[in-house]
T-cell receptor
């Protein structure tokens, strides 16, 4: 099906573990984004990518790593998870001109 | 950089009433203002947007107005229905960043009671 998907939808991990959240879009949009959503903070931008092999930091990048070897995929890696990274993570894509389309989210709990 | 303030944080209305959510922004160069609706357990969904060359845009029961002088824009929902209950986010372009990065308001939880 066309659209944007995220996996896993739910993840529980332990402090210090590495975890990767996957994002895949079928629209061939140039831009992709990772946000985290926390109560009281709304949506905060972690990283974004303007095209394959082009990424840049957002508002809260510390502790996260991204890559984009293919246009359709934009994985987000937490290299050493901390409890403060417990959150709901949303991936989004955009064809340009600002409109963004969001995935269903991944709820991550770090114990 | 850009800063977006959204009010109110919660809004309760009776079915059939109107609801208005307001956002202010700081960067006078901003030229795109979307509104997103987020239902429980789902990702935000774009419901309407406006660019700075127009003052108002309507789509059935929802409308967005823009006041560039005062640097604020508002979402208007008329004849509210229970299915309008959700969290609504406004956004504006993130200043000094290429492409389409947005900065979001903190959200308004709208509750429509029947």
């Amino acid at each position: 099906d066309a659209g944007i998907t995220q996996s896993p939808r739910y993840k529980i991990t332990e402090t210090g573990r590495q975890v990767t959240l996957m994002c895949h879009q079928t629209w061939s949009h140039s831009y992709m984004f990772w946000y985290r959503q926390d109560l009281g903070h709304g949506l905060r931008l972690i990283y974004y990518s303007a095209a394959a092999d082009i990424t840049d930091k957002g508002e809260v990048p510390d502790g996260y790593v991204v890559s984009r070897s293919k246009t359709e995929n934009f994985p987000l890696t937490l290299e050493s998870a901390t409890r403060s990274q417990t959150s709901v993570y949303f991936c989004a894509s955009s064809p340009g001109l600002n409109e963004q389309y969001f995935g269903p989210g991944t709820r991550l709990t770090v114990t | 950089g850009e800063n977006v303030e959204q009010h109110p944080s919660t809004l309760s209305v009776q079915e059939g009433d109107s609801a208005v959510i307001k956002c202010t922004y700081s960067d006078s160069a901003s030229n795109y203002f979307p509104w997103y609706k987020q239902e429980l357990g789902k990702g935000p969904q774009l419901i309407i947007d406006i660019r700075s060359n127009v003052g108002e845009k309507k789509d059935q029961r929802i409308a967005v107005t823009l006041n560039k002088t005062a640097k604020h824009f508002s979402l208007h929902i008329t004849e509210t229905q229970p299915e309008d209950s959700a969290v609504y986010f406004c956004a504006a372009p993130r200043a000094n960043q290429a492409g389409t990065a947005l900065i979001f308001g903190k959200g308004t939880t709208l509750s429509v009671s029947s």
